[in-house]
């Protein structure tokens, strides 16, 4: 097993290393994965986009009945010095900060307990870039039937759905999962999923069945400045099979072309197998988007 490096961490109240933090074995998020998690890309040690990463955090909260911790103004100054501590500890200007919420320590029992204190944990890694060949070629992905739950727009910790998603693509040496439920495009394993037609963007609308990505409202906002028409709809099947382009977005991916499907080139004519102009408009507006919306 690989060792646990000794960056500091946030566990309940305190900053420790963290091979050195420890929780209950009776809490909930262990025994029944009963808890949520956000994850806040930093750029040049600066918070990307924080507010929205706050505001959805607040929303999964409120949908599993568990109080918010922290204001806004604090959960900033509980995420800054992790931030620091990370850029000295490994020179990173670039990290991901994971934040992670649960119910609490009770008995084992399936009912939510009220009155219960959360486990607020928090730590931040340095970010691993979209390797350069990927940017210029495009990834593969393979597409699968959606057995994930039916409560997709909360960001719970319980995601083995997802992780099996996720192994489907890693054993046919792909990058992502797409998925789809009764014919129609949901997501990816862990990326929003868009696809190009005639020019125009096109994601799915927000629903229980989808995870309401931070990039939800900021590709619309990056489209209308690009001049790119952009619009949420049902997206059946065989349009993601033969759109011109298809898109993923996360907050490690940023946006990220698909040139690859199921084994067969995504697009169509020359740019066949290739990233498409939209894409290309998109991450150069992403770019700058990552410097005027840090903080």
């Keep these: 097993m690989a060792a646990l490096p000794d960056t500091l961490c946030y566990l309940n109240g305190a900053y420790t290393p963290l091979n050195e933090a420890k ?75 994971y934040i992670q919420v649960t119910r609490g320590v009770a008995p084992r029992d399936h009912v939510m307990p009220s009155g219960l204190q959360p486990t607020v944990f928090m730590m931040a890694n340095p970010m691993k870039p979209v390797p350069v060949e990927q940017r210029h070629q495009g990834v593969a992905c393979v597409t699968a039937r959606d057995f994930r739950w039916e409560r997709g727009d909360i960001k719970s910790t319980s995601l083995l759905g997802n992780v099996f998603a996720r192994q489907i693509s890693a054993d046919a040496g792909a990058v992502e999962t797409i998925m789809f439920r009764d014919g129609f495009l949901t997501e990816a394993a862990a990326s929003n999923v ?52 298809v898109l993923l977005s996360s907050a490690t991916k940023e946006v990220l072309a698909v040139t690859r ?33 840090s903080i």
């Design 23 to 97: 929780i209950s074995v009776m809490d909930r998020g262990f025994i029944f994965g009963d808890g949520l998690y956000e994850v806040v890309p930093v750029y040049g040690r600066r918070l990307f986009r924080f507010e929205e990463h706050l505001a959805r955090l607040e929303r999964s909260l409120a949908k599993m009945r568990i109080d918010n911790p922290f204001t806004r103004a604090q959960w900033l100054e509980h995420v800054r010095p992790l931030v620091a501590a990370t850029f000295d500890k490994t020179g990173a200007q670039d990290q991901l900060v």
């Design 194 to 245: 868009w696809i190009v037609r005639e020019g125009a963007l096109l994601g799915v609308p927000k629903s229980s069945h989808v995870l309401e990505g931070i990039r939800f409202d900021l590709l619309r906002e990056l489209c209308e400045a690009s001049g790119v028409p952009y619009h949420l709809r049902p997206i059946a099947e065989n349009e993601v099979l033969t759109a011109d382009e």
């Design 261 to 293: 499907l199921d084994g067969e080139g995504v697009g169509h004519g020359t740019l066949r197998g290739r990233p498409g102009p939209v894409y290309a408009r998109l991450y150069e507006a992403y770019q700058q988007a990552k410097v005027e919306q």
